[in-house]
């Protein structure tokens, strides 16, 4: 068994790209720093990424690469199947992190986890992880799953801070990858992180990605296009002081962007 690996910090997101654009934007991540990209079957830009991936001077080796398994396909021969189109769409003979997208439609556990334990016994994928998981769910699963959880990725930022996941997570040594970790940009109405912004000459959303980056355990996976794929890889170069990390803690209001009736924290 292959020892846990360090997620690149940070990611790149592509949910809601597609097409040539996908491509551009992942090939000027790629230039730009990031080695950590995250597609999934649901985005349906799984060959535009494959496209940046055969275009990039970046070899394959220095690139974390994950995707994620649509909800409809969780039935664990159709884990193995579709896993399988997926790297036919990347291009590559592998992943390095598969993950179960959401733990809805055919997601069953005693029938999908073994699936991804035996994708990455079949050399499919390096790692398995889950996301929108609630903390009974993260816990089920990883009583369940033969492999090491390397991922948990879940709706994360200064206005929904999950504490009780993280957690959980943080006690397993499993890495918790933040989507919206912005907010959708939302965040730059934030008094607090402009006051803050201001005392470091940047910005509201690179302070929210500067405190992701900062709390132990957590990944942000920013998307992004044009110049702002550049700003948000420079929010790693920020150094919140302890009182600056303290008042984003408390920003904290419950509130979600992503919310649907079948998400399984509303069943």
Known sequence: MSPPTRLPQPGFG??????????????????????????????????????ALEQTDVDRDELFLATK????????DDVLETT???????????VDLLYVHW???????????????????QGLTRHVGVSNFTPDLLREAVDTLESPLLAHQIE???????DELVSIAREREIQTVAYCPIARGELAESETLQ??????????????LAWHCQRDGVVPIPKATGDHIRENYAAREIDLS?????EINELDRGERVVDSDEAPWNR
């Open 103 to 121: 733990p809805t439609g055919a997601y069953d556990p005693e029938d999908t986890l073994p699936a991804f334990d035996e994708a990455r016994t």
């Open 195 to 208: 006051e803050i912004a201001a005392a470091h000459d940047s910005d509201p959303i690179q302070i929210s």
């Open 242 to 246: 302890e009182d600056e990390f303290s």
């Open 156 to 162: 994360l930022h200064p206005w929904l801070q999950q």
């Open 14 to 51: 592509t949910s809601g790209h597609d097409g040539e654009s996908c491509t551009d934007a992942v090939l000027t991540a790629l230039e730009t720093g990031y080695r950590h990209v995250d597609t999934a079957q649901m985005y349906d830009n799984e060959r535009a990424v494959g496209r």
């Open 84 to 94: 399988r189109e997926s790297l036919d769409r990347l291009g590559v003979d592998t």
């Open 69 to 76: 398994v649509h909800p409809s396909n969780l039935a664990g």
